[in-house]
């Protein structure tokens, strides 16, 4: 497909001005809300807030528009007939639809200043991907690590151990046979222990997930445990280690290959798996959208091609507003 199809798909919008003092208050929101921010910070922020009657005004529409960005981003679209969608002259901009740009292109900000903020914060990690990109690492004792789109660890090698500290994200290990000195993957409150074999542990919040390729890996959450083997999958979520489930690994980590294979998955949840990849946000506003089956294999190198073929061959309308791409 040509590279600039997508242009012909997207309807591209312009920004609006946003003063420092609002970028700022946006900013101090995104830092309050990241669970980081240590006492010292909360402090500055006080302090910060009430420096003038300006300020706490910034404040005050940055907290308003917080608060609403996520009823206005999904608030339902009247489905539209692919005849329309063919043949529907462009319109000036309701008063609705200015609305919905406006908070379209705040979230563009907010996702800006946490992107921002979350760079500044990955020196501390040993290595770290970025939205997008792949990074295939080799270890001190040959073991080898791939690290998928957005994500970070730390390895803590030592005389009794070899330890992984997944921060978040994804990566696959291929790990060297060495029965004296076990492997182990730590990710929030879940650790993988291994001796010699080829897995991936993803790291979503405090979810996790370890999908088994070669090998026989031991799964620990508290108490509780499982042995997975090959092409077997396990989740961890709210406390609980889940049951095994039986899956095709091939499928499962094709993202090592550059593809995302998709078999039977409602839109939305593959438009909130290729989010993970794409720089910026998408957002699906109209559920029978977003409840259409789905089965592709997406070129991850080529998301927005994908998707502009989809609005090609679906009655689906796409258009994007600064980093936010809104699929109705």
């Not at 997508?6 to 591209?12: C, V």
């Not at 600064?322 to 109705?328: A, C, D, E, S």
């Amino acid at each position: 497909m040509p590279s600039n199809h997508k242009d012909d798909e997207f309807e591209e919008l312009p920004e609006p001005a946003v003063s420092p003092l609002e970028e700022e208050a946006i900013r101090w929101l995104v830092r309050l809300t990241s669970g980081e921010a240590n006492a010292a910070e909360k402090a500055q922020f006080e302090r910060w807030s009430n420096q003038s009657p300006e300020h706490r005004e910034a404040l005050r529409n940055a907290r308003q528009l917080w608060a609403s960005l996520e009823g206005v981003l999904a608030e339902p679209q009247e489905e539209i007939p692919p005849a329309v969608v063919a043949k529907k002259p462009v319109e000036a901009p309701s008063r609705r639809s200015s609305v919905f740009r406006y908070f379209a292109l705040a979230a563009s900000l907010l996702l800006g200043a946490g992107v921002a903020y979350q760079s500044l914060h990955d020196w501390r990690h040993d290595f770290v991907t970025a939205t997008g990109r792949q990074e295939h690492i080799k270890l001190a004792d040959n073991s080898t690590v791939t690290l998928n789109t957005d994500t970070a660890i730390d390895v803590q090698y030592s005389s009794l151990e070899r330890r992984i500290v997944l921060a978040r994200g994804e990566a696959f290990f291929d790990v060297t046979h060495n029965p004296e000195l076990p492997f182990i993957v730590k990710a929030g409150e879940g650790e993988v222990r291994v001796l010699g074999t080829a897995f991936s542990v993803r790291k979503d919040g405090d979810q996790l997930l370890v999908t088994v390729e070669r090998g026989r890996v031991e799964v620990r959450a508290g108490a509780d445990f499982v042995v997975l083997t090959p092409n077997q999958q396990v989740r961890f979520n709210g406390g609980v280690l889940r049951e095994a489930q039986v899956i095709d690994s091939h499928s499962q980590l094709a993202w090592r290959r550059g593809r995302l294979i998709i078999e039977d998955q409602p839109l939305s949840q593959v438009i909130s798996e290729l989010d993970r990849y794409h720089p910026g946000m998408f957002v699906v506003t109209n559920d029978a959208v977003g409840s259409r089956r789905v089965n592709a294999v997406i070129d991850l190198a080529h998301i927005d091609d994908w998707l502009a073929a989809l609005g090609d061959s679906q009655p689906i309308e796409l258009h994007r507003y600064g980093f936010v791409t809104v699929i109705r």
